[in-house]
């Protein structure tokens, strides 16, 4: 757990600082500062191409940057060693478009990985902990299922359960549910959704603009590479200020 600090009302978890990254002569990201304090849920948003995923490895420095820092609880982790920054990631669940759950093993064998390989969790108590989880998004049942079985919203929960797992002090999603059929949406939106009602510090890159108005303390709206606008749902989806943000509004709303 990250403790508050005695006297701060906020704590900031995560910073960006003029986070830059260049593919050949495309930049990509334009020196991003980026503030996320402990238990806000963050929705980015954007057009395909702005940069967003890329912002979202960098978080957790999937990839090095080509310029600026990362700093996670009081942390600048940039000059870490791959070990140090392993233990780093664990505190930081990913959650892809893409559940990536080993086919050969059932829900509950995908949960206890993790815990078992990397915490040294014996199987009696990652297997306690795994079922908690897979009943909190509501797979309870689905225990001894073969991922292959299951619906896309459902490989989705669980790969949110075994990301909870290791029990990450913030959870980063990327267009959780992009990759589904619109009716499994809104089963994995409100695993998501109660898991802010938890106080989960959460980024979440979505292209579901009512679930981030609903669901978001702050839209960060992103544009070739930067940050344009940053602000409560009300702010940036009813009275948006930047013409960029306007525009994109104006064609998904
Ligand atoms: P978004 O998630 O907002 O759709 P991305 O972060 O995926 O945007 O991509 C931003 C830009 O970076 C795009 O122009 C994309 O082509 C480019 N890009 C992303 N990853 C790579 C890569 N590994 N190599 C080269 N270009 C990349
Ligand atoms: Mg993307």
């Known amino acids: 757990m990250f403790i508050l600090k005695a006297g701060e ?12 990254k260049k593919f050949g002569d495309n930049l990509v990201l334009k020196g991003i500062d980026s ?21 979202h490895r960098y978080l957790n420095l999937l990839e090095q940057p080509t310029s ?10 940039n000059q870490l060693t791959e070990n140090e920054l392993d233990k780093i990631r664990e505190k930081m669940g990913m959650v892809f478009q893409s559940f990536n759950l080993f086919a ?26 795994s079922q908690a989880l897979l009943e909190q998004v509501g797979l309870a ?21 075994r990301a909870l797992a290791m029990h990450p ?7 959780p549910t992009s990759a589904l059929d619109p009716e499994m949406v809104g ?25 981030a108005k609903n669901v978001a303390d702050q839209v960060w709206f992103m544009d070739e590479g930067q940050l344009i606008e ?20 104006s064609k998904v709303l």
């Open 9 to 20: 009302m906020m704590t900031v978890i995560l910073e960006t600082k003029q986070l830059t």
């Open 35 to 55: 503030k996320i304090e402990q238990g806000q849920v963050i929705a980015v948003i954007g057009p395909s191409g702005s940069g967003k995923s890329t912002y």
């Open 68 to 77: 600026g820092s990362v700093v996670f609880e009081d942390q600048t982790i």
């Open 104 to 129: 050969n093993y059932s829900e509950l064998e995908n949960v206890n990985l993790a815990p078992m390989n990397v915490q040294g969790l014996t199987a009696e108590a990652a297997t306690k902990q």
């Open 141 to 161: 049942d689905k225990a001894d299922a073969q991922p292959t079985s299951l619906s896309g919203g459902q490989q989705q929960r669980v790969a949110i359960a």
């Open 169 to 175: 002090d913030v959870m980063l999603f990327d267009e």
């Open 187 to 211: 089963e994995v939106l409100n695993v998501i959704k109660n898991l802010a009602q938890t106080g989960m510090t959460m980024i979440i890159v979505t292209h579901e603009m009512g679930f």
């Open 230 to 249: 940053k602000g409560t749902p009300t702010q940036v989806f009813d009275h948006p200020q930047e013409a960029r943000t306007q525009d994109f509004l």
